[in-house]
């Protein structure tokens, strides 16, 4: 178990870091996007970890995965040592992808032999996370081998996984 704190504005005193709070945990859209912006932050550090490291297991975080949430605010001493001054924990996160989906008949098939993951599929998650977490020049390098690996490889999959594909560019734009 890891905690993060990640800081954003200053705040003048704690009156207004009350009224930022309020606001914030009154509007889903933007507590969503401190959170999105935050994850954005640590990921970033993240990558660094991985790169310098030279470890590829070092692996991006995703809110809905949190055990908990908090947003709140806090002297800078306070922060960094994990205090707050006033906080309130989020709701718990709606799921992830795989709580729409059942992937376990996919998973057999893939154990057994019967079904393989392409490698596109791979390149093209990858690809829609760096856009999700503002790596866009990383994305475009993603598709590119996602796009060559459906040419080289078609599978029965390819028209599905080009959807997908295109899916991602037009998020890139």
Known sequence: MTRVTVTGVSLDDEASGS?????TMGDRERGSRELRDAAR?????????????????????????????????????EL???RWTEASQLPEARGGRLDNVD????????????DEV???ETLIQRARL??????DAEARYGLR???EALREEPGPRRDKLLEELAAVEERLG
């Open 19 to 23: 009224a930022w709070l309020k606001r």
């Open 41 to 77: 932050i640590v990921n970033r550090a993240l990558g660094a970890v991985r790169a310098e490291a030279r470890d590829p297991l070092v692996q991006d975080i995703g809110v809905t995965k949190a055990l908990a949430v908090r947003l709140g605010h806090g002297t800078g001493d």
């Open 80 to 82: 960094a040592e994990g």
């Open 103 to 114: 992937p376990q008949s996919r998973v057999a098939a893939v154990l057994a032999g019967r």
């Open 118 to 120: 392409h490698p596109a």
């Open 130 to 135: 760096d856009v999700q977490q503002g790596r």
């Open 145 to 147: 081998a996602a796009r």
